[in-house]
């Protein structure tokens, strides 16, 4: 199974059953499991999933599109792009907001939280990195649907 590491050295080249996120172009990221026989269906065209496996993060896939050449960057998670390629379920904080939440509520590593409203999950995530790797984060979703999906997106 793939992996999504919060903590300590970064994975440098992706495999089968990573998470990635994939960058486009200007604000254009999306996010997907890679898995030999998977496609990504870009704006650009179709990036077949094995032109990720044993690639460096950061790097870019080309791929010939008629006269032209398209490309992708395949992106290691971090809660801040997990932010901006997640599907918007809910109204979500950014990473100024973030920053200030975490600051204000004195939040490191082996601290414990309770969350009222998971929402899309775009500051649990941030909160799990920041309280990582002994701390616990308690998220509370009223809405069963949004619990589901941010499970669900958990789980990636």
Do not use: C
């Amino acid at each position: 199974a793939g992996s999504m590491a919060l903590v300590g050295e970064p994975k440098r080249l992706i495999s089968e059953g990573d998470l990635v996120v994939v960058y486009e172009g200007w604000l254009k990221f999306n996010h997907i499991h890679v898995k030999k026989g998977g496609k990504y269906k870009s704006q650009y065209g179709i990036f077949a999933h094995e032109m990720f496996i044993g690639q460096p993060y950061g790097s870019k896939i080309k791929m010939k599109h008629g006269a032209r050449t398209t490309w992708v960057i395949p992106l290691s998670p971090t809660p801040e792009l997990w932010t901006i390629s997640l599907n918007h379920r809910t109204q979500i904080l950014y990473h100024s907001d973030i920053s200030l939440i975490t600051s204000y509520l004195h939040l490191k590593p082996g601290s414990v939280v309770l969350e009222a409203g998971t929402g899309s999950g775009s500051l649990s995530t941030a909160i799990a990195r920041t309280i990582a790797p002994h701390g616990h984060l308690h998220t509370f979703e009223f809405n069963e649907k949004r619990q589901h999906m941010a499970i669900a997106d958990f789980k990636k």
